[in-house]
């Protein structure tokens, strides 16, 4: 059942981010039983699991040193059911084709991360995944209505809303507290187990979803679906500077969009034909008919006219395509990048309360200059959740130092904006040391005990969200002089992977 063919370890070495770690296995379940069986084995040699959909988190929660449990293929059921609104996804079902299915009953599931063609059903409950559309509808926690999971000891178990079956972990009234007081106040979050929002619900589905396969393997989600708004409208808005879009921003917010999405100078250089500002919004409203969506447009632009440079409308869905395609053309000017500089992802996923979005952005500038580091930053603007990917020339000496000084500083920024490390990719390795920077240490003593009720041998993905013993951001790098060796060609089929955002494609055929 463990495969440890070689060729097989070295195509699982990697994900989407910076990590290459070589796996002592990979495991195909086909079935829960298999999931079942595997965990089993787990317990009894001590093996780590680490659960996997496409691969394409961020912060390394889908590779390590144990077995790889590949959940892409297998767990592909999928019953949309009209009269409930919901979905069952099994694990592989990916985001895109879950909306293909429901679109037929004028359903969707609003949150809509722009990997949907190929993040899984369990991947997003895992990781909490959120998109453009979460300024509206938030991220995909409250849209998981019950998940069928494979735990620790072996057993299956459906854990649903309403059915406060969060027997495993408790909080008292004092946790209550300490989590009220203690857990930044940003409108998203993948940081850590959601302890607010279970203290607020009751719902274990709280604690699992984001938990990023380090409290149980996901087999199954259920997701809630909503009706597809009949109208929209949008527009892309121009700013001079920093200052007129953050200032811009609450107001745009105020009027209830269903996307606000920023374009920083650092990434427009890279589209040829893009408006000449410092930023630009694109801001999209879903509303019950065209007249209203068109209506709010007006209402946005004509509000912020003293504070733009450039306005262009769209009054239904494919003038917003056009309007948004700039953002589209970013990522392939990105992939061209030379050889010698690469786009990584180590501070992309930070996120603040709104009010310090324009310090957030600054810092950020501030930061990336000191350290001679060139950034490009884009997102949800709507949420004060950014990202930001470094793009580090690796023939410049001292660069991986250069590159933990920013991972450093902009800690430190986030810290001191009462932000959190992570909006929507989660903490994976990468990010699990400097929680407690977030949190403090009696929270993370609370994420501790959770992780200890749920899997008290740490099979589940040990070292992702609670830190390894030795964690160290910036070692296992899949850059750079230091990477694991791997195969050469099966190191070229990666690369292109992640140039062509083809997490999609079967693992295995990479090793064949
Ligand atoms: C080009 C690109 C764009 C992206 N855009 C977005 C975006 O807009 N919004 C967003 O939120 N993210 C985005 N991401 C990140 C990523 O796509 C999401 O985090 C996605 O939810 C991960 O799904 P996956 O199937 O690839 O999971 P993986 O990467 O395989 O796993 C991610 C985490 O979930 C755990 N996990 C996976 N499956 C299971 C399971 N069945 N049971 C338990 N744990 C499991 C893993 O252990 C790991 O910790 C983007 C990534 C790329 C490469």
Known sequence: M?????????????????????????????????????????????????PRGAGSGMPGGNVGNGVIVDL??????????????????????????VNDAAKSYGLRLPPDPSSGAFATSGGMAATNAAGPRTVRYGSVRPWVVALEIVEADGAVRTVR????????????RDDRRLTANRFPKTRKSSSGYALDRFAESGDEVDLLVGSEGTLAIVTEVEWRLDPIPPAVAGAALGFADLESMAEAVPYLVSLTPSALELLD?????????????????????ERETAAAAR???????????????????????AGLEQLWSVRREASPALARLPP??????????????????????????????????PVVIFGHAGDGHVHVNALPDMTRDGWREALRGLFDDVTDLLVRLGGVPSGEHGVGRLRAGILERFYGPEVMQLFRALKRAYDPL?????????????????????????AAAIPEDIATRLREVERSAAWATPKLELAH
């Open 295 to 317: 209506g709010v447009v007006g209402d946005a632009v004509r509000g912020l006219k003293h504070a733009v440079i450039h306005v262009e409308t769209a009054v239904n869905r």
């Open 72 to 97: 892409s293929t297998g767990f592909s059921d999928l019953v949309i059911d009209p009269q409930t609104r919901s979905a069952r996804a099994g694990a592989s079902v990916t985001w895109a084709e």
């Open 161 to 172: 809303r309403g059915m406060e079956n969060g027997e495993r972990f408790a909080l008292s």
């Open 340 to 373: 010698t500089q690469r786009s990584l992802q180590l501070i992309e996923d930070g996120c603040v309360p709104l009010d310090a979005l324009g310090a957030y952005v600054a810092g950020l500038r501030t930061a990336a200059d000191r350290r001679g580091i």
């Open 2 to 50: 463990l495969v440890t063919d070689a060729r097989v370890r070295a195509a699982y070495a990697e994900g989407a981010g910076i990590y290459r770690i070589l796996p002592a296995a990979v495991a195909l379940p086909e079935n829960q039983d298999d999931v079942v069986a595997l965990v089993r084995q787990a317990r009894e040699s001590q093996l780590a699991l680490i």
């Open 265 to 285: 100078q650092s990434l427009l250089q890279f589209v040829p034909d893009a408006p000449k500002v410092a930023s630009l919004l694109l801001v999209e409203f």
């Open 458 to 482: 740490s099979i589940f993905n040990p070292g992702v969200i609670i830190p390894a013993t030795d964690w160290s951001p910036m070692a296992a790098l899949k850059v750079g002089a230091g």
